[in-house]
């Protein structure tokens, strides 16, 4: 496996190895990962160095990408998505992903990371974001699952209030989608 950043002349294939992780029968009504890969180039908040994926020989078997986002007006990252092809999960893949990324943000001298997600985080040393005052919507459970990771100590003190992803993450009446 080699981790190496994201081109768009992967892009179908990324697309592909997305939709292996995330399409259920009856999925098209939730968030659509691997439509979001495209979108996101297209995105104030795209950083083409905090994308990255996983190839095995010529195939993408996994994706990951940090974006732009800001709490109480503090710049940082969000995680998301992360996503390996389903007959490659369980196999380190996503560990690794998650790894290329946080050494990335920490070179580039971002304070934070922060995403929606669920316990497999806390292996890198994401933290329920409540902790420190931070949520992302009005809707409960999205803020029991906000997590964050700093990776400047110093933000802890500063950081708190309200998550604001980039402009992708948004549907056109400003919904997070």
């Known amino acids: 496996m ?21 399409f259920h029968k009856g999925s098209h009504e939730f968030f659509n990962e691997w439509e979001f890969a495209e979108t996101v180039l297209k995105s104030d908040g795209y950083l083409p160095e905090l994308c990255v994926i996983a190839l095995d ?24 998505p992360l996503g390996v092809r389903k007959e490659d999960q369980n196999t380190g893949v996503g560990f690794a ?23 497999y985080y806390s292996r890198f040393g994401f933290e329920n974001g409540r902790l420190y005052g ?34 992708a993450f948004y549907d056109s009446e400003g919904n997070l989608l």
């Open 134 to 167: 931070i949520t992302v919507s009005d809707n409960e459970f999205e803020n029991d699952h906000l997590q964050i990771i700093f990776l400047d100590e110093s933000a802890k003190n500063t950081t708190s209030g309200k998550l604001i992803y980039c402009d």
């Open 57 to 80: 020989g010529e195939t993408v078997i996994g994706y990951n990408i940090l974006t732009k986002a800001e709490i109480g007006g503090q710049p940082g990252l969000a995680l998301g």
């Open 2 to 22: 080699e981790i190496k950043t994201f081109e768009t002349s992967y892009l179908k294939e990324t697309k592909a190895a997305l939709k292996s992780a995330f």
């Open 97 to 119: 992903l998650v790894k290329e990324c946080i050494k990335r943000a920490i070179e580039l001298q971002y304070p934070w990371i922060v995403l929606l997600g669920g316990e």
